[in-house]
């Protein structure tokens, strides 16, 4: 008889357990997350250097898609944030919510034997960044002969890409310009400019710092913000459209009221 009573309360505990294994796969078949974990999913992230990450931005295989924007994605590669474009990783070095901008400095300049970048900035096809007031580009020449020139503009020796047959040369530029020819390539590189830019040239700027300091892109609009914040909220994505999460569970379209819901 005990034996019995024991065979069948293992039964039973088998049959609980399977149940439990049931519905949970079937939660996560359906994509339902329980919403205090949700919570917890968008909180503020880091690669383990750089800047906190959080919405617009969210972190590629952490969990949490839905607490950013697709053109937001950030990758985590040897403890530094990286902005992917189709033309290479970029570190970003910091973020600002309040100015809603981002500082990016290209991956293959850090630590750099020779400062002459292979690499051109591309914004991504309806990218929601754009390039800031202090914006400018040095312009690197590879592979020139005797008959190259920048109209209007100084150009400086880049001695480390340069040899006995062939040159390499930098221009600053702050506006577009025409290029004469008489080069194998040419690569556009963003950096920021400070101050008055009309008697500003390679010959008075260091361009490998430059390089160093990166350039800056700004978004705008981004619908929840610091106002979610602020209250105690984080943002995510729902159904397309940003909302602020609060901790009590609850979602609002901007912030959390401070006690009850908004």
């Not at 339902?32 to 690669?47: A, G, H, I, M």
């Not at 750099?112 to 990218?127: G, I």
């Amino acid at each position: 008889m005990r034996l019995h009573k024991l065979l069948y309360l293992e039964k039973k505990h088998i049959q609980i357990s399977i149940l439990i294994i049931f519905f949970t796969l079937q939660l996560v078949k359906s994509g339902t997350v329980p919403e205090e974990s949700r919570y917890e999913d968008c909180k503020p992230r880091n690669c383990g250097s750089g800047p906190d990450i959080s919405y617009p931005f969210y972190v590629q295989g952490a969990g949490g898609d839905f607490c950013g924007e697709p053109a937001f994605e950030i990758v985590c590669m040897d403890n530094k944030p990286m902005h992917w474009t189709s033309s290479g990783p970029y570190i970003i070095k910091n973020i600002s919510y309040e100015n809603q901008s981002i500082l990016l400095v290209a991956a293959e300049l850090v630590n750099a034997p020779c400062f002459a970048p292979s690499q051109r900035f591309a914004f991504a096809h309806n990218s929601p960044f754009k390039f800031t007031s202090k914006h400018a580009d040095l312009l690197f020449s590879y592979g020139c002969n005797k008959s190259f020139a920048v109209f209007g503009f100084e150009t400086s020796l880049v001695s480390c890409a340069s040899n006995s047959s062939y040159k390499s040369f930098v221009a600053l530029l702050p506006k577009a310009v025409k290029i004469n020819d008489g080069c194998i390539s040419d690569v556009f590189v963003p950096v920021d400019l400070e101050g008055d830019r009309s008697n500003q040239t390679i010959k008075n700027v260091d361009y490998v710092q430059l390089l160093k300091n990166g350039f800056t892109l700004e978004w705008h609009g981004r619908g929840c913000g610091n106002f979610c914040t602020e209250s105690g909220g984080r943002c995510r994505q729902e159904n397309g459209v940003a909302v602020c999460y609060c901790p009590d569970g609850t979602t609002h379209p901007t912030k959390c009221k401070q006690g009850n819901l908004i």
